[in-house]
Structures are given as structure tokens and as C-alpha cells.
């Protein structure tokens, strides 16, 4: 009979038991709208592999991974093809994770899916406000004629919360109608102390990995020159740490793009750190 030990096929540091568990991982495993690189629908199970040589320690929240007692679900099951059957099995599910009381870690995967994570959040808090790392504005009302894209998915958003309810950090690229609603509502904030106006608020954190470098995230759609550094993000973060984060999720990697392994890597760090900001 087999003894083992074998490797867990979850994320390192993953709680066995659900019922104990304060926050679920779910992969989100779709790209079918990506408009430019795909491949994101393979970032959950390239993550969890690439996770097996990572520290279960954050150094920048003193916390073990352990500690943060977070479930490993697995990936949705989706159809290809069908963004609209696709959101209504993620809402679904993430309608579980919060009718069980605890919070959710998206890991995808394109933005749009963060739409879903965001309506199913709403059933359960008022006051909420959407805090989006991303290279991009995401603020298209269509494109090609599709309603349904990871580049729309800030403006489907916006249609739900209002502009006042969302803050983008890192973006440098975008259509000119897309910056003229960032300028309009004052979305973008270069400023830490700028988010000080939603530390009253229930918040969902969406980050979108091309909000950093390319030089170091290079596996991702659409990479963008001039993005932050990895310690400029985690200063955000960090600012964050007393901010009421009912949610999360780290979309768009797409890590057969970048061979090295390098952004796989990095995203595998931010879950943790994620993880521990949870």
C-alpha cells in the first residue's frame, strides 16, 4: 500500500477543512474575451505548482500562511465561450463562499470575472467600494460590439457602485474616452493618503498583474511598459492593512507566456501577501 508523503495539489499553506476556513481560494480559470495574449485560464494550477517553492512566511505582514486559514477550492468548471453562463457560475459560487461567512481570493484568469465576484459582494454588504490595480482603465462600454470583456470590466462596475466607489492605481493606458471618466470622477490616485476616503467602506480589492513592470511580469495580455515595482505595490498594500477588505482577487496571469517562470513566481508571493492582508 502507498505511504507516501505525496505533494498536495492545493496552495501551499492551504487549511484541509472548509468549515474552520475564513477565506476561500477559487480559480477562475477563463479567458475567452482576452483581446490580445491569452492564456489566463491556466494561472490557478500554474500558480499552486509554482507555490510549492515559496515561503509560507510573509515578511511584510508577519504572518504565516497557515495562519491565515484559507481553503483551496479548486477551479470552476466553465464553458468555453459563453461569458454570460460563465459569470453566473462564478456568482454563484462566490454567493456560497460570503452565505458561509467568510471571504473570497479570486485567482484568474481575466478581469471580467472580477464583475461577478463584485455583484454576489454586494448581496451581502452595502457600502462598498472597489480599490483596482491595473495598467489599464477597463472602462470601455463595448468593445468589438461585446458588452461582456475583461476591457469593460471597471465600466460594468461602475454601473453598479458608482464612480465616487472606485479607486484605480498604476494605470497608463486606455482609449481617450476611457481617461476623460478617470478625469471626470477623479478615479485614478497616485496618493496613499487619497484612499483615506473609503476606510468606512466594505472594500473589494481587484488586482490585475499588469499593474506591474513588464521587466518583471511579463506573463500577462496585455503587458505595459512603466508599471510599478513590486516593493511600490506592496507599499500600497501595506497601506491597506487597516482598511476593512471583505474580498480579493489577483487576475490575468497567463504563465506560459513568460518560460522563466518568474511571473508565475510573483504572483504566487502577492497570493500570500493577499492572503495575509485578508
Known amino acids: 500500500m502507498l505511504k507516501g508523503p505525496f505533494l498536495s495539489k492545493d496552495f501551499i499553506g492551504a487549511n484541509s477543512d472548509y468549515e474552520t476556513s475564513k477565506i476561500v481560494m477559487l480559480g477562475m480559470p477563463y479567458d475567452c474575451t482576452c483581446s490580445n495574449r491569452a492564456g489566463t485560464r491556466f494561472a490557478p494550477q500554474a500558480a499552486r505548482l509554482e507555490s510549492i517553492g515559496i515561503e509560507t512566511y510573509s515578511v511584510y505582514f508577519d504572518k504565516e500562511m497557515e495562519d491565515c486559514l484559507f481553503y483551496d477550492a479548486g477551479d470552476l468548471e466553465y464553458p468555453f465561450g459563453n ?31 472580477t464583475l461577478a465576484s463584485v455583484k454576489s459582494v454586494l448581496k451581502k454588504y452595502d457600502n462598498l467600494a472597489v480599490i483596482q490595480f491595473d495598467a489599464h482603465t477597463d472602462l470601455r462600454s463595448q468593445y468589438l460590439g461585446e458588452t461582456l470583456t475583461h476591457s469593460g470590466v471597471m465600466y460594468q462596475i461602475a454601473e453598479l457602485i458608482g464612480y465616487e466607489n472606485i479607486a484605480q492605481i498604476g494605470l497608463r493606458s486606455g482609449e481617450k474616452q476611457e481617461f476623460e471618466i478617470v478625469k471626470k470622477y477623479q478615479t485614478l490616485k497616485t496618493k496613499k493618503s487619497e484612499l483615506d476616503k473609503f476606510k468606512n467602506k466594505n472594500i473589494f480589492l481587484t488586482i490585475d498583474l499588469d499593474v506591474l513592470d513588464p521587466s518583471l511580469m511579463s506573463g500577462v495580455g496585455t503587458p505595459e511598459a512603466g508599471g510599478l515595482s513590486y516593493c511600490e505595490l506592496m507599499d500600497w498594500l501595506l497601506y491597506l492593512k487597516d482598511f476593512n477588505i471583505i474580498g480579493a ?15 508565475t513566481a510573483t504572483a504566487c508571493k502577492l497570493i500570500r501577501e493577499v492572503l495575509a492582508l485578508l
Open 249 to 263: 482577487d489577483i487576475m490575468e496571469l497567463a504563465p506560459d507566456i513568460d518560460p522563466t517562470k518568474t511571473s
Open 83 to 113: 461569458a454570460k453562463r460563465v459569470l453566473e457560475i462564478t456568482e454563484n459560487n462566490v454567493d456560497c463562499i460570503y452565505n458561509d461567512n467568510k471571504k473570497l481570493l479570486g485567482v484568474g484568469g481575466e478581469h471580467l470575472l
